[in-house]
């Protein structure tokens, strides 16, 4: 694949853990570890393709409502890897961010991503994006109050720099594993001319392998943008 053609920012709705687990008799929270482990193995693949920026759709505003055990499950992954993990994000010169409504998220759980983000500010290899508590249509209207609470009217680009990824280039490519055919509240407004991809692969089941399939694709794709 020509280097001109790989996405500068890839997006990944990573949908089917659950799914994953129940097809092995086992308990959902065993599918969210086989995709934590899957989702920091992957980013890196992305990166070693030449992805600048990766944004993985971690946890919804949605997924709030799940049952306490699970969401408990799910913080208690937070704590393990994050840590470790942005350890590794410092060395490989990777700048993690964090997105969404950290309000709606444990205290000791915001005190590792704000750790994180002040560890590795500054690499410059690349971006990993984790929309953790968010909301597409939250981030579109948190936005439109901040303009509003300004008085004034804003242009599309002005706005856009006001969305929590107002730093960031919209995603070129948006990835959606477990057979699901919808965004699910995941950059609404960033997305509006993304390349969509959806699989029917479960995400613990998402390989390096089927990536670079989704790379491909993307590659063979002609964006005119509403242009001829």
């Given at each position: 694949m020509e280097g001109s053609r790989i996405p500068r920012h890839v997006a990944v709705i990573m949908d089917g853990n659950g799914r994953w687990a129940k097809k092995r008799l086992l308990p959902r929270g065993a599918g969210h570890k086989a995709g934590?482990?899957?989702?920091?193995?992957?980013?890196?693949?992305?990166?070693?393709?030449?992805?600048?920026?990766?944004?993985?759709?971690?946890?919804?505003?949605?997924?709030?409502?799940?049952?306490?055990?699970?969401?408990?499950?799910?913080?208690?992954l937070f704590r393990e890897y994050f840590p470790r993990n942005t350890q590794t994000l410092k060395k490989k010169n990777i700048t993690l961010k964090v997105i969404g409504d950290r309000a709606l998220l444990p205290a000791d759980v915001v005190r590792l991503i704000c750790e994180g983000e002040a560890l590795t500010a500054g690499g410059t290899r690349g971006t990993l994006l984790l929309a953790i508590g968010y909301g597409g249509r939250q981030d579109i209207l948190s936005a439109v109050n901040a303009a509003v609470r300004q008085g004034r009217e804003v242009g599309m680009e002005e706005f856009s720099a006001m969305l929590s990824t107002g730093d960031i280039p919209e995603p070129d490519l948006l990835i959606r594993t477990g057979?699901?055919?919808?965004?699910?509240?995941?950059?609404l407004w960033q997305s509006a001319y993304s390349e969509l991809y959806f699989t029917d692969v479960l995400f613990p089941d998402f390989s390096d392998k089927e990536l670079d399939r989704a790379l491909e694709v993307y590659a063979g794709r002609e964006r005119r943008f509403g242009k001829i």
């Open positions: 934590m482990n899957r989702m920091i193995a992957l980013s890196e693949h992305i990166f070693d393709r030449g992805v600048t920026f990766c944004t993985l759709y971690a946890l919804s505003t949605e997924n709030l409502s799940r049952p306490k055990e699970e969401l408990d499950g799910l913080y208690a057979g699901e055919v919808r965004l699910s509240n995941f950059l």
